[in-house]
């Protein structure tokens, strides 16, 4: 029999010091700041029932969840998303607060990915909902903030890219096609997969709809989308979405962001709860996005709270990629003593710290052995409680009465 007792399960991965320092950093950076915007934050359980996420709506296929039973047989899932259950506990618990409400969270989701191309399965997120508000202030407060938490994080290195979906709805829905059709021409999009989709549009001749969505992945750049945009199609709604699009764009040009915001309208993400706007932020040199958002108007309604919505999640480890070299770690002090000094060493200890130093207890009973631990360390000083404090120096192991 294969035995599994060494390894992590596929898409998850132990996480070193370094690596734990970056990610503190990066959501200790993002969480200060959606504090200081008035969001509180919420703690939502790890595993759901499969009805949270699996009802009537589906937005997520069953194959991408982790599933168990509980102790009386019911179906859960590994939370997949944090979205989700963010507007199951909105609609059961919070509908009384006042309106609208801005809640933030940090925690892990769990996609099972089957490509096999080492993506996690485990993502670490921290990410914000604005609940109960439908107005363009609200998608423009979210996006800003989504723009200076990056900044935050890289200065000048992202960029964000924009979408407003009902622009592809409008299209989609203009299509004589069965629901399986439709998707397939979705993932051509989303995939920019050009050969698939003129094919898969090849039967609907020269249908304005057809046209506008096989152009759909070029649809892509600053203000000169638009014009091209309401060129291809501007019926079904599909005006509308791109006048709201076009405000949005313009007031977060006025904020200075014109060089950091692009047009994407081949945005179309598999999240389906998305109604709106639809966005993603990069950094320069990493390939994946570390940011994804949109707005979700009809989620709440599914709980029985018809309420409107906005929000994006930070991946946290693609975002701790950037923030440089952390601080290595090595403590100040090694504090050694002899077994009948050890309630002293721990006070000792104590009083460091309380100063503002990092000090560690030594567990040899042997100078010689805190010593050559000191020094593959790194540990520049020793400092031996004794009926007095001796501080020597690692390096040269010399000091007061050193031995
Ligand atoms: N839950 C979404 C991000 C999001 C938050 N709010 C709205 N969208 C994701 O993981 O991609």
């Known amino acids: 029999m294969k035995h599994y007792d060494k390894v992590t399960p596929d898409g998850t991965r132990d996480l070193l010091f370094d ?11 993002l969480t200060a700041m959606f504090r200081s915007r008035g969001y509180r934050q919420v703690i939502t359980p790890a595993i759901e029932f499969y009805d949270v996420f699996g009802s009537s709506a589906a937005h997520f296929p069953q194959e991408n969840m982790y599933k168990l039973s509980d102790t009386h047989g ?7 998303d944090c979205t989700i259950p963010i507007a199951r506990l909105v609609a059961t618990r919070l509908t009384g607060m006042p309106m609208p409400l801005r809640l933030y969270y940090c925690e892990n989701v769990y996609r099972v990915e ?5 993506k996690p399965s485990e993502i670490y997120q921290t990410g914000v909902e604005l609940i109960g508000s439908n107005s363009l202030r609200s998608d423009l ?7 200076s938490g990056l900044s935050d994080i890289n200065g000048e290195s992202f960029r964000i890219e924009l979408c407003h979906i009902g622009y592809f709805k409008a299209l989609i829905d203009s299509l004589d096609a069965g629901a399986d059709t439709k998707e397939a021409i979705r993932q051509c999009i ?5 050969p698939a989709l003129s094919d898969l549009l090849a039967p609907f001749g020269d249908s304005r709809a057809a046209a506008a969505l096989g152009y759909l992945p070029r649809l892509f750049g600053g203000e000169e989308v638009f014009g ?3 060129e291809l199609f501007s019926e079904n709604g599909a005006l509308e979405c791109l006048d709201y699009l076009h405000g949005l764009y313009e007031d977060l040009r006025q904020l200075g962001l014109e060089d950091r915001v692009i047009i994407d309208l081949g945005l179309v993400n598999q999240a389906e709860y998305y109604t709106g706007l639809i966005f993603r932020g990069y950094f320069d040199g990493i390939g994946e996005p570390v940011l994804s958002g949109g707005r979700y108007d009809n989620l709440l309604g599914e709980f029985g709270a018809p309420l409107s ?3 994006f999640a930070v991946n946290i480890d693609p975002a701790a990629q950037v923030v440089g070299e952390p601080d290595p770690q090595t403590p100040d002090i090694l504090v050694f003593s002899d077994e009948r000094h050890l309630p002293e060493a ?5 009083s460091l710290t309380e100063n503002g130093l990092v000090a560690e207890n030594c567990v040899y009973d042997d100078f010689d052995a805190a010593a050559d631990y000191a020094r593959r360390r790194g540990i520049r000083q020793l400092h031996v409680v004794d009926d007095a404090i001796e501080v020597v120096d690692v390096e040269t192991l010399k000091g007061e009465g050193a031995r």
């Open 228 to 230: 091209k945009a309401y």
């Open 74 to 80: 019911r179906l859960m899932v590994v939370r997949p």
């Open 114 to 118: 089957h490509t096999m191309r080492g």
């Open 19 to 29: 690596e734990c320092v970056s990610r503190e950093e990066v959501v200790s950076r």
């Open 141 to 147: 407060e979210i996006v800003e903030l989504a723009a």
């Open 346 to 350: 721990v006070n000792y200890i104590k």
């Open 309 to 311: 919505a906005t929000g």
């Open 190 to 194: 989303e995939q920019k997969n050009y």
